[in-house]
C-alpha cells in the first residue's frame, strides 16, 4: 500500500465535498430566453415637474405625483397629471387634468383617463370626458368617448372630438345635446 503522508480522512472529506458540488450543480442551470423577465418601470420618480420650451418661453408645464419610466420610454403617471398650457406671452391659456397618464415616448403621445378635465381659462370654456388623447408634436387632443362641454351660454354633449390642446377650438363629431344656461 502506498502512503503519501496525507491522512484516509482528507480523501474521505475531498470525495465528500466534490460529491456535493456535483449534486448542487444539477439541473439548475435554465436557458435565460424562457425565464419570466420583469416589466415593471426601471425608475420612479415623485413630485414631477416637467417644462416644455420654445425660445427659452415656457409653452407646457406638466406637473405628477409620480412618474414611472419604463425600458421602451414610455413614461406612466398613475397618481393623476396636471398640464398647463402658456401662450407665446407667457399667459397661461388652459389646463388639462386627469386621474392617471400615459406618455408612449415613440409617438410624442399621451392618453390620460379617469376624471379628465381640460379647462380654456381665457373663453371660460370646460371639457369633461373620462378618456383623452394628446398629441404634443401635433398639438391636438382628441377622444372618440362621451364629452360635455359647458360653455358661459350653454352646455353641450356628445361623441368624439377633436380640438387643438389650448381647447380654444373644437369640434364635437356626434352632439348628442345642447342645452341653454341663459333664462
Request: charged residues 25%; proline residues 3%; glycine residues 8%.
Given at each position: ?164 390642446q389650448d381647447f380654444s ?15
Amino acid at each position: 500500500m502506498y502512503s503519501s503522508g496525507i491522512p484516509k480522512s482528507f480523501y474521505t472529506v475531498l470525495i465528500s465535498l466534490l460529491a456535493f458540488l456535483a449534486v448542487g450543480c444539477g439541473d439548475d442551470l435554465k436557458d435565460p430566453d424562457q425565464e419570466k423577465k420583469y416589466t415593471g418601470p426601471f425608475r420612479e420618480t415623485s413630485n414631477v415637474l416637467t417644462l416644455y420650451s420654445d425660445s427659452a418661453k415656457v409653452m407646457i408645464k406638466l406637473q405628477a405625483p409620480l412618474q414611472e419610466d419604463y425600458e421602451n420610454g414610455d413614461m406612466i403617471f398613475p397618481k393623476g397629471i396636471d398640464v398647463e398650457f402658456y401662450e407665446q406671452g407667457g399667459a397661461l391659456t388652459s389646463t388639462l387634468r386627469a386621474n392617471y397618464g400615459k406618455q408612449e415616448r415613440n409617438k410624442d403621445l399621451y392618453l390620460v383617463r379617469g376624471n379628465v378635465v381640460v379647462d380654456n381659462l381665457q373663453k371660460k370654456e370646460k371639457l369633461e370626458t373620462e378618456e383623452l388623447y394628446w398629441n404634443k408634436g401635433k398639438a391636438q387632443i382628441y377622444t372618440d368617448k362621451f364629452v360635455k362641454i359647458t360653455t358661459p351660454e350653454e352646455i353641450l354633449m356628445g361623441h368624439g372630438l377633436q380640438a387643438n390642446q389650448d381647447f380654444s377650438n373644437y369640434k364635437i363629431r356626434k352632439v348628442t345635446g345642447v342645452f341653454s344656461l341663459k333664462e
